[in-house]
């Protein structure tokens, strides 16, 4: 905001002594030539930003602006944009307009009584504030350290060769690479298998597993009855279909006598 | 609860490692164990404290927390990569601290404001970086895009939330404006900052 | 030369925030003042073992300095980006699928039902996954080994037991759903799967 006290101005500028007469009685820093003026031009952001910097250079109140000279000087400034720089011009042309309206407004006599009567000004001053406040948060917002020009975040890479990433699989996965195995039609029927005889083959796994550790179990170190029937018969049937497959051999001695179980045993060829 | 000096290790490591800031919840995940939100947070500011000697640092932003190098490292930063990084332009700056302070906002809203038509490519440019998104459409003919800015915005400029955006200068004043001539224009406004010239310096 | 911990703070920094692994002469263009590659890789040393607690290590591969995170930590990621994980090719699924539910069985086995050669690479990712091992060996001449699936297969599948995975036969009653492929004709029987299941097992 503009402070009527700093100390290098006058107390209370009087716009009539800056603008008494044409240019030349203007303060030397309110002079643009007109060469500058176009790249100058570049620098302003639309007619509310020159109208910001006329006034900030000549440190009036925006909350007093002197329409007059103020209004004069705007349009010596556009007709100079207007033969420079025709695409700028319309919205400057418009604020020209405004500004003459208001100026005119405020040239007519006006009744007294009418305090209500909004000040033509008001409207003008409301946008120049807020345009302002607007370009200060902007000056604000572009002073702060912004990642990736004043800050850069940080990225270590992670090592991923070490250690591979290892898929998850579902148990529907599988059912899906079965699915596509049947679809291919290169099963035979000798592969298809019952829910059951899964369970059988599942203990013959089991059994092998274990006979891999102790290398001879007992016929009854493979059954443990507290699984239940099922199990024992699963067990059992698993067993039978080792020997069978002769994946094992399962030894005794004489009748009655235990029955050894063991991985069955090849001759080195 | 696991032994806090291997949870602050990997939390560092995860956090150094993250494109992404790591929220509370994220760095949770990192365990099996149920850390709670305070001992976190507590191991967090001592993380912060033991980088603060550092040029790079450790920031609690609006998604979270991130390692970001300090401003004072970006000179060594351009000596390795001599291509400058572009400032935006003050269309788009001026744009995005509309949108930022008033939001939501239509273009409309922003050209009135600016005074001044609003390119397409000044949205675009604030789209495509990620900084402002359409939430809505104003309910007016044509229903314009209303726009906001994002969380990822508020990442890249540092801050936890809109509240720490720097303070709109006061405009009160506009709403008392004296009727017509000159006021003697003295010292009510001592409270005012004085920067008479800091707008006129472009 | 400036001052050691201030060049190391800024080689920490650069290194961490680089993209790229830094080499040293990316390194010394961040100084304006000359440091010659001795200094410069005492520094780098001293720095890698200031890290060499932590979860974040500091490395020098062949193309420069970069820091990584140790192997160790890959768990760690994973639970923070649990959706992006790699998926086996169908050839290692099938080849899963068939020692599930066929086992014990050879490779042999598995290359009949597949119609393929099975690539020891994948009966390898699947053992070194600790998914299946290797239980015996047929009897027959070369001996192949005999293939099942292990407890921990069950755990990560979160099975209790074989039992628990999807019933063949319904597998392939979805399958006769298909319009597209030939099926044995004798669909007088709805809900029995193709296959006489009496003779399965042979």
Redesign the interface.
Known sequence: MIDATAPELPLSPRFATIYGEPLTEIPVDLYIPPDALEILLDAFQGPLDLLLYLIRKQNLDVLDIPMAPLTRQYLEYVELMRTKNLELAAEYLVMAAMLIEIKSRMLLPRPPVVNEEEDPRAELVRRLLEYEQMKKAAQQLDAMPQVGRDVFAVSVLVERTALERLPDVHPRDLAEAWRSLLFRARMTKHHRVSREELSVREHMSQILRQLKESRVLEFTELFDPSLGVPVLVVTFLALLELARETLIDVTQSEGFAPIYIRIAHVEPL | MPNPAEVK??I????????EP?SLA?LK????EEIGPDTLRRLLDELREAWS????ELVNTASGW??????E??P??E??NPDK?P??S??V??T???I??RQPVTRGDVED?????VSAQIIQALESRGWIDVVGNRDTPGRPALYATTKSFL????LLSLQE??P??E?A??LQ????T??????E??N?????????S?
């Open positions: 290790r990997i560092e490591a995860a956090l150094l490692s993250s494109q790591l994220d995940r990192l365990f099996e000697e550092r040029a790079v991130r390692f970001q190098t300090k401003p490292f970006q060594f930063v000596r390795l990084r400032r935006y003050r269309a700056m001026e995005l601290s509309i930022a302070y404001i600016r005074g001044v038509a990442d890249d400029l540092g955006l720097p709109l200068e405009i004043r506009t404006l004296e009727p017509a000159a006021q003697p224009a003295s010292n406004s001592a005012e900052p004085a920067a008479p010239s800091a707008s006129a472009q």
